[in-house]
């Protein structure tokens, strides 16, 4: 076997399978997709039996792993960093009662943020909860510490945090081939309700236990050398010194080697909790600052008790927020080197090109609906029929209806439905009617959109939900849902039909239409809306069922149209500005609309957009 | 051996990944250390999507501006976007029509780094064998068939072959070649100035 090269998010797969991980749960979520396909491919190529699953939401995954860590397994379940708030109520009480297999949560990290609504930093739950978490900076360390982290939970019995920033999800890396370790431990559960199924009382005792566990991590820490490491002279006194974990250490490690700054020592903290202070006190103590490069938050900074000689993010020597990429690096150590009197960094010539691309007046590029898609087709129509509603949303590739008007909220997983709920309240106590129309996607819909779809049936809000059903949960990486009846490794499941589920929530108005049809679909979302208003009426819900474009071209699109536009068009621009397809563009040249074919798919939805008719099918 | 930055530019769609993909594992048969970083998510919807590549022992996935020996861009106004990675001597490739590309206060900041830029339009290309959507194969081959290129047309040519799907795997190559040519073409020309 040869190198290969494995995103980072592989390399975590790959740690995990290498020290035998039996039970490995997820739910999708940027930057942490990756994990789970990359342990299946692994898993089928091996012959191993882990069991793999996509849960219908991050609480879920962690409660199933969790079952299977207090069985004596190996287990790990993956997620975003704000999936892990989702699951933050089974990690603080996992915490306290602890395994007697392995439990490791990879909650990943989205400093930027690229795809993610807030920038939050993991190692801040995992000091909250009271867990270790183990922070890499590169795919490489990210595949020993999944290992390492396996082992510290069975040997302390404890849930470990593995948090990867999206640096180290997406870096790709070549790394050499080792075996994966088949695990045939078998499930033992033995009975013990007063840890298990702790009340407040023992809660106390399995509290004093944790503490207890995690000094000894702690002293453990002091010696981990291959992730806790200095490269102090002995004896030596330094000006300044540099304490980096995660990201920011491989970043500044680059940067002080590329310039050879030996009189610049680095401190690398690969375990900020518990914090090894043994070693960062040794360090500090032969340095007369230390500035602290970590992501996205203070967590070493604040563990440093040397306050006087710390520079970081409290101090204001380091911004407070964003992503912390060489180029902000570069210009930090160079602040702090001039206030220091010491010699600079050498300054990349790149002021000049910056400003020379700025004043350039390039296009913004956001990003949009792919071409074809049928959600365009629905905000659309949901727009048509209820031009003065409040539109919630919600988390998906939907939310980029914020380009088409179709989209005013969008706060967290199911907040288009609990918000609709909020917003048809708070108006309706002013006796104010106010149309609101929420939209979900199918994914996000079974991951935390019943629970308040329930409660709006219960607390009689009223307002229409547009479920936008793709049958994948595209943004993410078209893995499968619960509707689609596909399991995580491509075996059958049991489908879970929508309509069931919400006439399940109490929901009496439910109608299905196809989004394509977009006369179609106005006419189901006003009569939606009808039944909203209507006294005796109640929660509408309208399915909007179209297949993702992208995960199953033939099926969303079984014969191709080509669309051409006539001489007809006025330059209303109504297409480019409220259905915004990337194939429709402005031809300076002919003055008018035109269709870019390349990027056309051909589903023909346009041509019902046009208020003049002068998009059309071209004919033979 | 002397670390070696790539950044790639584009928009979401165009196959930035893949073409990232390409290279990396090319120039990992050829006995190099790999270590780069990719843009997934929300702005792989249309927006402008960046790939950094390194060649050499380093820890840190991300290229710092003004470190990027080679740009290689498919879209004109993503290549100015991404301007600031390039070098001193750098050289930039990308798929736009020679006369336009660069404008000329672009031509003139190239001329005092003594960086070289290389257009050509490689979706014209890639439209003409009748895959206009592998405009980034048509880069690569472009891009390799340049002398300082640190991973050899071979090499990537066997990459496209064992990575592309079988219904594509022909046309693939064909663009790739196709891009060669016109930049084998080109190269000899300037030698011949």
Redesign the interface.
Known sequence: MQ???F?GNGAVALGLLEAGCQVVTSYPG??S??ILPEVIRRIKSEGLDTYVEWSVNEKVALDTAFAAAISGKRAACCMKQVGLNVAADSLMSAAYLGTTGALVIISCDDPGP??SQTEQDTRLMARLAKVPVLDP??PEEARDMAGLALDLSEEFKVPVILRPAI??C?????LPPRPLSKNRRKAVFEKNPSRWAATPKFRLILHRELNEKLKSIASRFEGLTAHNFHDLAPGKRYPLGIIAGG?P???V???L?GEKREDIPLLKIGTPYPFPEGLAREFTGACEKVLVLEETDTVIEYFLRDREKVLGRLSGDVPAQGEL???VV?GVINTVLASLRLPLLHD???R???E??N??D??V??????PGCPHRAAFFAIRKAAPGAIFSSDIG?Y??GINLGGVDTCLDMGASITMASGFYHAFSQDKTAQPVVATIGDSTFYHSGMTGLLNAVYNDARFVLVILDNSVTA???MQPTPGLGIRADGSRGKSVSLERAVSGCGVDFIEVADPYDIKAMTRVVKRALDHAGDPEGGVAVVIARHPCVIAYREAAIPSRKTVTVTDDCVECNLCLERFEC?ALYRDAALGRTAVNQ?LCTGCGVCIAVCPKGAIVEARE | METVNIVLCG???QGILFM??VL??AA?DQG?????????????????VVSH?RFGH??????????ARFLLALDA??A??N??F?S?NGRLYVNALEPGFP?P??QR?LDS?RAVCRAFPAEKTA?VLGA??SANLALLGFYSAFEDSPVSTDAIEKTIRDVSPERFREINLAVFRSGFERGRRMGAGLAGR
Do not use: F, W
């Open positions: 190198e290969e090269i995103l940027t930057p997709s990756e690229h795809s900076s590169n640096r180290v997406h870096a790709r890396q070549s990201v250490y491989s970043v490690r680059d940067i080697s990429v060489p180029e570069y990349a010539p790149d000049e090109a910056l020379l691309v004043g350039l390039l296009p590029r956001k990003p949009t609906l792919c590739c939310t980029l943004m993410t990486g990337p390349t | 928009l979401g769609g990232t993909k990396a594992r990992l190099l250390d790999i270590m780069g970083a990719e843009t997934h998510g929300m702005a792989q919807r249309g927006g402008s590549l380093v820890e840190s996935s991300l290229v710092r501006s003004g470190t106004d993503e100015y976007r301007l600031p390039l001193e404008v206060e672009v900041y780094r439209a206009p959507m």
